[in-house]
């Protein structure tokens, strides 16, 4: 799917999350705990809580100037938001834990960059203005894994 340069560092950092995202989804008894706990905080502590923040004080707020964001994909998106965020907010306090909730984060992140790429992106491509799509990217975090 073509995507707008200037939203590229968002879905350069959703291809990531696609990856972790298929790693619990597939984890097994087999599969550390440990380790998919580590990649689960550094993931968000890196790159997934300032892409939340980019998406929720950057480019939404750049939408509703041109469309309305009284839309329930817009709705589902931000549910969604909350949604990882307690997952993420579980695996960091549990002492606990099993691959379930590492299964069930994997479900929700993989629907969550779907709707994103799929609906919210495309939506905004078509509202904003070009030159302000190049206004909000200078104001985006730059990922850990490439800078982009």
Do not use: C
């Amino acid at each position: 799917m073509k995507r707008h340069e200037a939203l590229h560092p968002l879905s350069h950092h959703h291809h990531h999350t696609l990856v972790l995202a298929q790693q619990m989804k597939n984890a097994d008894d087999s599969s550390s705990i440990q380790q998919m706990t580590r990649d689960v905080i550094k993931f968000w502590q890196e790159d997934g809580e300032n892409h939340f923040r980019d998406e929720e004080e950057v480019l939404l707020p750049l939408y509703a100037q041109y469309g309305s964001v009284e839309k329930d994909e817009i709705r589902e998106m931000l549910i969604q938001h909350v949604q990882i965020r307690s997952y993420v907010h579980q695996i960091r306090s549990m002492s606990r834990k099993d691959r379930k909730i590492f299964n069930e984060l994997g479900d929700l992140l993989q629907k969550h960059v779907r709707l994103e790429e799929r609906v919210i992106f495309p939506m905004i491509e078509e509202a904003v203005p070009e030159n302000y799509l190049y206004q909000a990217n200078g104001r985006f975090h730059r990922d850990s894994y490439s800078g982009f």
